[in-house]
């Protein structure tokens, strides 16, 4: 009988060394030249940014232990005429600009950080942590990505931990202003999926199709997000695939996946109409957020011969709850002069499924019970004006001011729909049906 070999597997030592190293030098994009440095062509999908890439694709030293580093950030302030709700680059932050303040500088900066390192030819490991505002106003870093890859082949590589969702155009660097034309990726498609990695496995294929460079790549995993006061948001059983394709001038990305959402914000108010019988209970399971399954669909292409660029997305998606039911999509052009890139860009999000429900009916109810109906039938459509309807029309322009530098100006005209609040936040009494918000922001990014 053959002894059994004492020694761990080679590459589970190298894995837990790479995660050791990760670990002692510090969590913190890298210092190399990567997507923030480069325009929408050269960044097609299939061409990803270092932080998703390893040593392969990177062509580095590989006769030793090789570290990186770099960050990346973005000092902005915005204004909003509109007193009744804030803007706000996503619903994950407390504040923005508006309600809270006319001027914010919380809607759009933030800093972030990454540190990656080197093993060998196959073993590649990166810590991404950025701080940017919370929904509890402060600004604790938040570690975006943390994943060990192997690269098992020239066209295939696995990654173990916190990775980035590949669902959108700007999966790989949407918290890096520099690397997109706006102020910030267009809310009514970004905004849908504000969850933007999960904890688990993926695994990236390359390979070739009538002359497109394609990749491949299917994830499963899984997240947690503490939001404020105790409230989570949990997604389980998280499954997707993605498609990248890349083409000279021409990039596309298409994407899909599924997971089990639990969210509980809202469970006091379901539990509430519970007590209201088979009625009431049937309300709660249509609309309540515990292990509900999310589902999307995303597609985006862009094209940028050098002078100019255009890119569209679109994206469908299904929480089978108050959260709704949406179609989403964006278009956007530029045209550079220079340093100057003047451009103009129209997003829009509409609701497949109800912003407003009657609830429970409150002919025939005692007083007793009418009130506090009433008041449950309120809290839910207060739920359903999250379910976005809103077109947004933007303009701007940007100004590269030196290497790694880059000045914008933006001008959004927001519209909500009628009964929806669409992607503001912070709502206030007397938010109207025709609310109009008028935003100008000033940014400034960077990286290092």
């Known amino acids: 009988m053959t002894k059994p070999d004492p020694r761990p597997a080679p590459a589970f030592t190298r894995a837990c060394t790479l995660a050791l190293l990760l670990l002692a030098g510090g969590a913190a994009h890298a210092a190399e030249r990567g997507p923030a440095d480069r325009g929408p062509a050269d960044r097609g999908p299939a061409d990803r940014g270092p932080a998703e890439r390893g040593p392969a694709d990177r062509g580095a030293d590989n006769t030793g ?23 706000s680059s996503s619903v994950l932050k407390g504040t923005g600009a508006g309600a809270s303040d006319a001027w914010s500088p919380h809607v759009d900066s933030r800093l972030g950080a990454q540190l990656g390192v080197t093993l060998d030819k196959q073993w590649y490991g990166v810590v991404q942590v950025i701080a940017e505002q919370r929904l509890d106003h402060s600004y604790r870093p938040l570690v975006e990505w943390a994943n060990v890859k192997y690269q098992a082949t020239p066209d295939l590589s696995l990654r173990l931990g916190r990775i980035a969702l590949p669902i959108f155009l700007a999966a790989d660097y949407r918290k890096i202003g520099y690397a997109y034309p706006w102020a910030r990726t267009p809310g009514e498609v970004y905004g849908a999926l504000s969850i933007s990695s999960s904890d688990g496995v993926d695994a990236s294929y390359r390979w070739q199709a009538a002359g497109l460079r394609l990749l491949t790549q299917a994830f499963v995993g899984g997240t947690d997000l503490d939001l404020y006061q105790g409230y989570t948001v949990k997604a389980r059983k998280l499954t997707g695939v993605s498609t990248t394709a890349d083409r000279g001038a021409f990039s596309s990305r298409i994407s899909a996946f599924s997971s089990q959402v639990s969210i509980d914000l809202a469970d006091e108010l379901f539990d509430g109409f519970k007590q209201f019988g088979p009625a009431g209970e049937a309300l ?12 999307a669909l995303t597609v985006g292409a862009s094209y940028d011969p050098g002078h100019w660029f255009l890119m569209a997305e679109l994206g469908r998606f299904n929480s089978h709850s108050f959260l709704g039911k949406t179609i989403t999509g964006y278009a956007s052009a530029g045209y550079r002069i220079g340093a100057f890139t003047p451009y103009l860009a129209y997003a829009a999000s509409h609701a497949r499924s109800p912003t407003r429900d009657p609830g429970l009916a409150l002919d025939g109810l005692p007083p007793p019970l009418a009130a506090p109906a009433g008041q449950l039938n309120a809290g839910l459509n207060y739920l359903l004006m999250s379910v976005p309807v809103q077109d947004t029309v933007s303009a701007g322009v940007r100004w590269d001011a030196r290497r790694n530098v880059a000045l914008k100006l933006q001008y959004d005209r927001v519209r909500p729909g009628e009964r929806s609040r669409g992607t503001l936040v912070n709502v206030q009494p007397g938010f109207g049906a025709r609310t109009r918000v008028n935003l100008a922001s000033a940014v400034l990014d960077f990286v290092f």
């Open 284 to 295: 709660a399971r249509q609309y309540g957020v515990q292990r509900k399954r999310f589902n």
């Open 65 to 87: 232990t090789a570290w990186t580093f770099g960050g990346f950030g973005t000092a902005a302030v915005s204004y909003s005429d509109n007193r009744q709700a804030d803007f």
